[in-house]
Every structure is written in C-alpha cells, then in structure tokens.
C-alpha cells in the first residue's frame, strides 16, 4: 500500500445555522488563515433546511457555502492537497423551506444536491417520514455511490410484489482522491428506534460482524472516512464497535470520524491515528502520535470570503444558482409574505420564563389566550400545552425589522397537535399542572439502561428529540457557566454584538473540545443562558372559585402527561382520552403564531 507523506490534516466543521442580517453591526473577521495538510475536510451536518440563512453569525446560505466550497476545491489543487466534503445528515424538519409541504422537502434536497458532496449519510429525521427515506433510494443513482447508508435500510417491494428489504443508499465506498490516495467510507447512524415501520436501522454491533464489512475494509486504504449521524462521544455516539473492527485489522491506517446529532461542536481522538489527524508517510514510525488541526467555522460570508481569498470575486455560478433555486423554492411556497411585525424578539432560553422576551411568556400570556378560540365554547377556560412545542428563538426585530411571516411561524413550531377539552374544576386543574410540573416530561424518560421499546412510536420521537435538545442546552449552559466563573460580565442578553478593544466581538458558540488547539475560528462571548426552563405552559388562570367548572384544553400531545398527573393526585377519578373533545376549529400549534401576528402585530 502506498504511504502518504506525513502532514497535517485539516477538519473544518461548518456549523450550519446558516438569512441575510440587514441592520446588526458587521460581523468579526476571523484572524487566523486555515492550517492546511495533505488531507483536508469540509464537513456538514444538521442542516435541518436552514439553506437560506439563521440569525447573524450564521448568515451565509447554502450557496455562499458552494462558492466557498468551490474555491477551496481550487486552492487544495493549487496545493496539490486533497480537499473532501462530507455531510453528517439531518436534512429535514426546520424552518419552512423544509416543513412548509413534503415537495418542499424534495425541492429542498434537490437544491442540496446541486452541491457535490464527496461522502453524505442520512440523519433519523430522514427515517421518520417513509416518503424522505424512499426519495434517497429512488434517486441513488444520482448521488454516484456517495450517499452512504452502511446500517439503514427500506423496505420495497421486488418483482412479484413482496416486501424486501434494501439499503436506503449504498452500504460503502471505495475512491481515489484527486490526489491518489485510496479511501474507504462509511455512513453510519445510531441505533435508531423510532423509524418509520416500513425502514429498518441494523445496530453498528451487528453491522460489522456482515460479510459485506468484512470485505470492504479487508484491503488497507490509504484513510478511512466514517460519517454517521450521532456525536463524536456521548448516549448514542456508537463509533466503537466500527473502530474496533477497523483498528483490530488496521492498527495503524488513519481513521477520520465526523458525527453529528446532538449540534454541538467537539472533537476527540479515539487514538494516536484518528479524527483529523495527519497520515504518516514512507519512513514515519507508525507508533508516532498524528497532529491535528480543526477549526468551527461559522457560517457566513466574512469567514467564507476570509479564507477562501476571494473577497471583491466571491460568488461562482454554482453558488449563484443555488441561492437563486432557494429563493425561489421560498417565492413559491409563499413563506415569505409578512403577517405582520414583530415589536421584538423572543428567546427560549437566554430569559427566565415570565420576562418579556421569553418565547415561552409571550405563547402562554398572549399567543394563546387571544389565538387559540373555539366558536361553540365562550365560557371561561385554561389551556396547557409542553413548552417544547416551541423549537426555536423567534429572531425577527433587530435582524429583519420586526418583519413575522409563514417561514418564522413553522420556524417557532412546525408541529402539527392539535388541541382537546374536558371540563373540569379549576381548582382541580391548578393541582393537575403543578404535578405536571413536579413530575416534568416523565413518561418520556426511560431509565438510562432502559431502551425505548416500552414506548409507542410518537413516544419515542419525542424522547430522542429531547435528549438531543437535552444534550445540546447542556452545551449552551457549560459555556454561559463558564464563563461567569471566569469573571465574565453578565451582558445584555438580547445584544448580539459590543465592540472590545477597536474590534466587533459578537455573542456565540464559545467551543472546548478534547483535541489540541483552539478550534473556533472567531472568539466570541456565550449566549446567556437561564436554566429550569418548564416543561409545560398555563395560559393564566381566571379569576373565578376554586370549584368553578371550566373547559380544560390541552394539546393533544400533553393529554398522556395530563391524565398521568390526574392519577397522581385523584386515583378515584376516571379520567380517560375517550372524555375529552376536540377544540379550536381547527386550530393547530403551527398555525397560531401567523394569526397572532395578523391581530396584533399590525403597524
């Protein structure tokens, strides 16, 4: 086999929260050009629709990210390096470019793939809907053998018509880099439980112990690639039993791992000879520990422009056509139109719940109270719905001049839940919502040594978002914490950006990993973060007896959570799903917002 000359090798994670900001302040040039190696990496994950842009540092779309892609691809030529595009997965379920129809998804993917990727895998949201996972398989072909699925699978039916199971993708890849070397692929995703019943996912345990493995890394290449939707480390991160069976054959051969999953940015070395680390070339000791170089990029035009040296000549046709496609996909679903204008901005998490800019306040003391009305029931009420019906900041005033439309509404929420009512006592239901709050999402939350399999297949979506979710507020709150014990000046949390020192320093993702160096491009200050955020939400109790029947209204979603509490606190009463009705005329989660905005966020 042929040895590669020893050298750095490069990881450049773009993290993609990718909308073109149009009042804040400028953002920070990065200070620090790439280190580049023999080998290098652009790599991708969680996209989750966010091809047109979100909030200020991650402002570049997905075809400034082709531009810049493009012209790396020419610099690592010019170098006579190699430069790969890798994509982790989790295209779908995002802002309404993805959730606005499934053709919109489709659309969305075919514009993606206007970018040619090196190696791509699937994420679990491309497992939920049937439809997703199928369009990768009917389209195969057009991918030319780069989208890997080494572990998921589809069921299609065969030529009399029976059921059989196929891999989604192709199973591996085996390639030549424009520089000669050899490469092995893999794509990999977690032991996902809660597929569509029509996909199947193998677990990584089995999966190496199939002949087709077997075979395919028999031959030492000159690296491995493993892409796979779960993080580097971590619950579902599942890379062990794949390098094992790797190392226990190569001991020696680079393996580069890029994971995914939970959006966070990390690195860790599994050993001296993996994750980002360089090749050793003829003559190197291969007991010799590898250097390695990363850097998280975020991702917009100044941190394209700046290390791709094309600031005056930036954008290439790709690029342009891409944004173009985007935009248009975006005219055409008609999420662009503003509903109306929002007096500010709102955050999950940067605020306690009762401030004025917490999303949750503003949903639960104003969106639903007024929004949420059903023509045959007048009297008075109280609804409860889970706060993690709402998925994200609403980031529309200092970004867009408070302009709220259809593509911000599915961006706050997507989900479809609609609403139910009973009638039960006031009293009663204060009592029932503070043991919702003492118990939280509970019948979500299997022991940690427990799988998912005691829950139903909506149960266990939920529990793996939130263990995403869960994974990914830890993240945010370590930095916020840290960075206070350092002494830290507690800014103010809805201020994007402060200039320090003649220089524009903005608030971010402020990274420590486990490898070498430091790994983010731009120094940023944390987002503040408020932890004990509630589980679940009370529009405001009226002002009526403790004995007062009112209609209970709760998202169909909380109603097992709702009826859990009512066994807690009144084992006597029979409370079933069969005695509750449903309510709102129709009215869904992912619809309020935009109603809300037409009433009361009119100049």
Not at 180 to 206: E, I, M, W
Not at 274 to 280: A, D, F, Q
């Amino acid at each position: 086999m042929r040895q590669i000359i020893g050298g750095r090798a490069v990881v450049l994670c773009w993290i993609s929260q990718l909308a073109v900001a149009q009042v804040l302040p400028p953002l920070p040039v990065p200070t620090r050009p790439l280190e580049w190696g023999d080998v290098n990496f652009l790599s991708t994950s969680d996209t989750h629709g966010w091809l047109l842009g979100h909030q200020h540092n991650y402002s570049g779309d997905f075809g400034d990210f082709a531009s810049f892609a493009t012209h790396m691809r020419a610099l690592a030529h010019s170098k006579g390096v190699d430069l790969l595009l890798v994509d982790a997965g989790d295209h779908h379920d995002g802002p309404g470019l993805v959730s606005a129809s499934p053709k919109a998804a489709v659309r969305a993917d075919e514009i993606f793939r206007m970018l040619d990727y090196d190696i791509l895998t699937i994420g679990n949201h491309e497992m939920y809907q049937y439809r997703a996972a199928r369009w990768i398989y009917d389209n195969k072909a057009s991918w030319g053998g780069r989208y890997l699925t080494s572990n998921a699978y589809i069921s299609v039916p065969d030529h009399k018509g029976r059921d059989r199971l196929e891999p989604i993708g192709d199973l591996y890849r085996k390639f030549q880099t424009v520089q000669g070397r050899n490469v092995t692929a893999f794509g990999v995703l977690f032991d996902f439980q809660a597929a569509d019943p029509k996909l199947a996912v193998v677990s990584a345990t089995t999966m190496v112990k199939q002949p087709w493995f077997v075979e395919a890394i028999a031959e030492a290449p000159d690296f491995f690639v493993l892409a796979g939707h779960m993080p580097a480390r971590g619950e579902t991160a599942e890379w062990k039993p794949v390098f094992d069976a790797i190392r226990s054959i190569h001991p020696f051969v680079p393996v580069y791992v890029f994971g995914g999953h939970t959006h966070v940015r990390d690195c860790v070395q599994y050993d001296d000879h993996s994750i980002g680390s360089s090749l050793p070339g003829p003559g190197d000791d291969p007991e010799k520990r590898l250097a390695v170089s990363r850097r998280y990029l975020d991702g917009n035009r100044v941190a394209y422009s700046y290390h791709s040296n094309h600031s005056h000549d930036f954008d290439t046709p790709l690029g342009q056509n891409i944004t173009a496609s985007l935009r248009n996909l975006a005219s055409s679903l008609n999420i662009s139109t503003p509903l109306g204008s929002a007096p500010d901005d709102y955050f999950l998490a940067r605020y306690p719940f009762g401030h004025k800019n917490s999303v949750l306040t503003e949903w639960a003391n104003n969106v639903l109270p007024t929004t949420l009305l059903d023509s045959k029931r007048k009297g008075p009420r109280v609804v409860i719905v889970n706060a993690g019906s709402l998925r994200a900041d609403l980031l529309t005033c200092k970004q867009f001049q408070g302009t709220f439309d259809r593509n911000d509404e599915l961006t706050v929420s997507p989900f479809e839940n609609a609403f139910v009512y009973s009638r039960l006592p006031l009293g009663m239901i204060k009592r029932i919502k503070e043991e919702m709050d003492r118990a939280g999402a509970s019948k979500l939350r299997p022991d940690t040594q427990k799988d998912l399999s005691s829950l139903n297949l909506a149960q266990r979506r939920a529990e793996i978002d939130r263990r995403v979710d869960e994974e990914y507020q830890r993240w945010m709150a370590e930095q916020w914490e840290e960075y206070l014990i350092q002494g830290g000046e507690a800014r103010d949390p809805a201020q994007v950006s402060w200039d320090v020192g003649g220089r524009v320093k903005t608030m971010g993702y402020v990274t420590r990993d486990s490898c070498p160096g430091r790994g983010d491009d731009v120094t940023h200050f944390p987002v503040p973060f408020t932890p004990g955020q509630p589980d679940f939400l009370a529009t405001p109790y009226p002002d009526l007896p403790e004995d007062r029947i009112v209609d209970a209204v709760v998202m169909d979603f909380t109603l097992d959570d709702f009826l859990i509490a009512v066994r807690t606190i009144e084992p006597d009463v029979q409370l079933t799903k069969a005695d509750f009705k449903p309510y709102g005329d129709g009215a869904a989660v992912n619809n309020l917002w935009g109603e809300y905005a037409r009433r009361h966020w009119q100049v």
